[in-house]
Structures are given as C-alpha cells and as structure tokens.
C-alpha cells in the first residue's frame, strides 16, 4: 500500500485458531439469526430478507448474494474474498474488522452504517451506497468506486489510495485531511466547502476549475 496511507492503521479481523466449515446453501435466514466461527465457501445466498443477522469470525470466500436484503446487519470480524455482494442492502449495519477482498460491491447499499476498521481491497464498489455512513479508520485501496454515493458521510482516518472516484458524489462530506492524490477525481460530486483542507496533486485541481469557477489557459 502507498506510503501515503502507510500511516493509516486499521485493525484487522480476529479469528480462532481453527474453523469450522460452514454452508449457507438453502439457508434460510431468520431474523437476529448468528452465525459464528466458520468458513463459508462456493455458496449461493438468494432472496433473503432478514433483520439484525449477525456474522462474527467468519471468511466467505466465492460466495454470491442475489436478491438479498440484510438491514441492520452486524459483521464483526469477518472476510470476504472474491464475493459478489452487488445490490445487497446492508443500510443501517455495522462492520467492525472486516476485509473485503477482490469482492463485487457494485450498488450494494450501505447507507446509514457505521464502518470501523474496514478494508475495501481491489475492489469493484461502482454505484454503491455509502450516504449519511460514519466511515472511522476505513481504507479503500485499488477500488473502483465511479458513480458511488458518500453524501453526507463522517470521515475520520478514511484513506484512497489509487482508487477511481469518477463521478463520485460526495456532497456534504468534509474531506479535510482526506488525502485524494492517487485517485482519479474528474466529475467528483463536492462543494468548495466540502474540498477545504482536501490533500490533491496540482494536476487534479483541473478537475474542480468549474466548481472552483476558474478558466484553466490551454
């Protein structure tokens, strides 16, 4: 990772020695349902909807969520790898420790939620949702998030690193201290006021001359 976000630490997930193996095929999910302890792997989870679910010490691997609907979901210590979460609701959840690497994220709705300590690693986040989150030692590395929506978020030790934010809304989110130098930036969604004490190359203001009401000379 960039020495520019070097200095940012998020704690990683705490898992048990050993695992069980786990399978959520044909599962059908029950409200305040936990799970616990496990690995789940190569499994399809489709037309669910169930509140309060908790996940807690797990690694999913290669697992697809299809017409999924997990408000208010609790994910503590878990990983995903290769997982396609696209257009799973996750609004008002909270995640604390957990990674999701090279995962499909694409319009998954995590609007309202509280993240901390969370990795997003190469990821695929285009469309998603993240309005009015509360984003607290959070890194997003490699990811393509064009077109996905901060609105109103709270950032606190949140880092982009080589991340695409074309299109990105992120009206009414402060960005002070946010350090976007890595990242491609144009039609960034943003306000002056947004902006103020936002860390970018010289190259990337081009990007805000409209907003900025400048005339960039050719």
């Known amino acids: 990772m960039e020495d520019?976000?070097?200095?940012?630490?998020?704690?990683?997930?705490?898992?048990?020695?050993?695992?069980?193996?786990?399978?959520?095929?044909?599962?059908?999910?029950?409200?305040?349902?936990?799970?616990?302890?496990?690995?789940?792997?190569?499994?399809?989870?489709?037309?669910?909807?169930?509140?309060?679910?908790?996940?807690?010490?797990?690694?999913?691997?290669?697992?697809?969520f299809k017409e999924v609907s997990f408000k208010y979901l609790d994910l503590t210590d878990?990983?995903?790898?290769?997982?396609?979460?696209?257009?799973?609701?996750?609004?008002?959840?909270?995640?604390?420790?957990?990674?999701?690497?090279?995962?499909?994220?694409?319009?998954?709705?995590?609007?309202?939620?509280?993240?901390?300590?969370?990795l997003f690693d190469n990821c695929n986040g285009s469309y998603a949702l993240f309005r009015f989150s509360d984003c607290k030692q959070v890194i997003f590395n490699n990811c393509l998030l064009s077109n996905a929506d901060f609105f109103k978020s709270k950032f606190l030790k949140v880092g982009f690193n080589n991340s695409n934010l074309q299109q990105t809304g992120m009206s009414g989110t402060k960005l002070k201290g946010i350090d976007l130098s890595s990242c491609k930036l144009d039609g960034l969604g943003v306000t002056v006021e947004d902006l103020y004490g936002c860390i970018v190359y010289p190259e990337q203001v081009i990007s805000f001359s409209k907003l900025l009401g400048l005339v960039i000379k050719s």
């Open 4 to 64: 520019r976000i070097s200095s940012l630490k998020i704690l990683p997930p705490n898992f048990p020695k050993k695992f069980d193996m786990l399978s959520f095929d044909n599962k059908i999910f029950k409200p305040e349902d936990s799970f616990t302890g496990g690995i789940i792997s190569n499994s399809l989870i489709e037309n669910q909807t169930a509140d309060h679910v908790s996940f807690k010490e797990l690694i999913l691997k290669n697992v697809t």
């Open 78 to 118: 878990v990983k995903f790898e290769n997982c396609d979460l696209s257009n799973l609701d996750l609004s008002e959840s909270v995640l604390h420790r957990v990674e999701m690497i090279n995962c499909k994220i694409v319009g998954t709705n995590m609007s309202e939620s509280a993240l901390r300590n969370v």
